[in-house]
């Protein structure tokens, strides 16, 4: 069974309107035009062939005459051209009974004789009636001889009907196939369409899926554009989320790493409204803003690169150690702590290190410690 969805249908509509319009106008045309185009076509040769005859002479048309009738199906007649009208008449039948011509009505008028006598041809066309015919006549005088050009027109009305009847059942059974076959082939067309709206779907829920189409056409080359959209928008998706996670991270380390140093400026700020600043805690806590703005700016570097350039050099690991308590005195104090250290049992405090990401290890520990 064919699955008809929208483009099928709409496909189906135009295909079934172009048809039967076509069909539509050519049954109306043979229908009630063929007739009169037949007669208009059997005029047209007779005159034809009256232009290739008019100027011959009476000795060279009754030479040619046998010829001129065998090829064109035609009869020429040739009377004299005197006497009444009913004896031309008369001589006219009997010539084309001669002929094997049988008519029910014909009549020359006078007024048709005249006109030939002025020089003039005349055209006739004579209706047989039940004979269901009709003579198709050209007049004309050569040589004081009046010469008929005749052809039968044979009436097809009854043909041209039952001809008409057969083209309207070929033309509804032509319609029918056509609808299928397009109905079938559209199908071809819709379903790698509907593949490509699946995987259109999906990608837009973030599913970056990849389909494979093979149809030789502009769709199986829109299937490879959608494939490498889905392939490139995987990728940016991918490195949004790694950003997206860098970004965590980073406000994350900054609001673990900047609470330190906040505390203890807020805690020699204090000291020094209470007046405990021995001389000390105005350097301490601008050497903690400036640390706090470095580690920042080092958290944001980090942030942007997977792997930071370690800058390494020499320094004296005692030293920053010694340091970084320091800066913790009020801090220890308020919460009724002492460190302990045993830095007099090592022998070489040199180390080659980043020393700024080893003060951030440092103030870590500590600060966690007191925690």
Known sequence: MIKMNKISKKLLMMVSIIMLLVFGISYLLNNYFSSDYYLYKMKQRLTSIYFEVQNLSIEELVEAEQSIENNNNVTIVMVEN????????????????????????????????????????????????KLKSSLLTVLYEQENQLILLGTVVVHNTDALQIVNQLNLYSILLGIIISLLLVAYFSQKIITPLEKLKSVAKDISNLNFKQVEIKSGDEIEELSYSINEMSNRLKNAHS?????????????????????????????????????????????????????????????????????????????????????????????????????????????????????????????????????
Request: hydrophobic share 40%.
């Open 239 to 371: 490195e949004l989320v790694k950003k997206n996670q860098s970004l965590n991270t980073l406000i994350s380390s900054i609001s673990h790493e900047v609470k330190t140093p906040l505390s203890l400026i807020q805690a020699y700020t204090i000291g020094i409204q209470d007046g405990l600043d021995d001389g000390t805690y105005t350097d301490v806590i601008l050497e903690q803003v400036t640390y706090t703005s470095e580690m920042v700016d080092y958290l944001i570097k980090l942030s942007k690169v997977q792997a930071m350039k370690v800058n390494k050099s020499k320094f004296d690991l005692r030293e920053l150690l010694q340091k970084v308590i320091a800066q913790y005195k009020i801090t220890l104090q308020n919460n009724h702590l002492h460190v302990r250290s045993n830095l007099d049992s090592i022998e070489n405090f040199s180390i080659e290190e980043d020393m700024s990401q080893m003060e951030i290890v440092f103030h870590n520990l500590i600060s966690n410690a007191i925690k």
């Open 82 to 129: 005197h006497g009444s009208t009913e004896e031309i008449n008369d001589n006219v039948q009997f010539a084309l009974f001669k002929d094997k011509i049988v008519l029910n009505k014909f009549w020359i008028t006078d007024e048709t004789l005249q006109k030939v006598a002025k020089g003039q041809t005349v055209k006739l066309l004579f209706n047989q009636g």
